[in-house]
């Protein structure tokens, strides 16, 4: 099994900073790499998939780049919606088995 | 624009089997190159996944979980479903319905299924 594993678990920040988030692979997912967004009580929102395209809607201000094992999520400019929980979650090739980081905490400083 | 709904008990009890279903609503199910599948979510944790099924009817499960799980599709509701079997305390969880397409790309509000007696 493929262990995903993000940092830092919190990340304090201010409105109007850019924030960074880390999520690094066991062994290589090659580009098979996503990111989600989840506020409180509500489901998961795809961000980013393939590590560095944006989904339908995503804002620019959200990138991701990276492949193999080290994968990054920016954020260039945050905005009050901004804070909340951010996952990352990688497909393994062949048998399709998919399995997520721990996530990263966005909080306002 | 492509919409999920889950639905089912909110409460089984341990040893039984845990049932759910979910409605597509805004596209067809047997769509071809799309994928459904559920993801849970335990209070105050993480996501795991538990299974897919593609549109060829080609199931995939979670490693941990595969000798308990059941996904199935129902064309003629526009329906698919989970069954988990043998349910313990640990299956409480937010179990939420996903379609994918690049990655898990649309996901259903979630519904709440406690694990007690």
């Known amino acids: 099994e493929i262990v995903l594993t993000q940092s830092p678990a919190t990340l304090s920040l201010s409105p109007g900073e850019r924030a960074t988030l880390s999520c690094r692979a066991s062994?290589?997912?090659?580009?098979?790499l996503a990111w989600y967004q989840q506020k409180p009580g509500q489901a998961p929102r795809l961000l980013i998939y393939d590590a560095s395209n944006r989904a339908t809607g995503i804002p620019a201000r959200f990138s991701g780049s990276g492949s193999g094992t080290d994968f990054t999520l920016t954020i260039s400019s945050l905005e009050p919606e901004d804070f909340a929980v951010y996952y990352c979650q990688q497909r393994s090739n062949w048998p399709p088995e998919y399995t997520f980081g721990q996530g990263t905490k966005l909080e306002i400083k | 624009q492509l919409q999920l709904q889950e639905s089912g008990p909110g409460l089984v009890k341990p040893s039984e089997t845990l049932s759910l279903t979910c409605t597509v609503s805004?596209?067809?199910?047997?769509?071809?190159?799309?994928?459904w599948g559920w993801i849970r979510q335990p209070p105050g944790k993480g996501l795991e996944w538990i299974g897919s099924?593609?549109?060829?009817?080609?199931?995939y499960y979670n490693p941990s979980l595969k000798s308990r799980v059941t996904i199935s599709v129902d064309t003629s509701k526009n329906q698919f479903s989970l069954k988990l079997s043998s349910v313990t305390a640990a299956d409480t969880a937010v179990y939420y319905c996903i379609y994918s397409n690049d990655a898990f790309d649309i996901w259903g509000q979630g519904t709440m299924v406690t694990v007690s007696s």
């Open positions: 805004g596209g067809s199910i047997s769509s071809s190159s799309y994928y």
């Open positions: 099924i593609y549109y060829s009817g080609s199931t």
């Open positions: 062994q290589s997912v090659s580009s098979y």
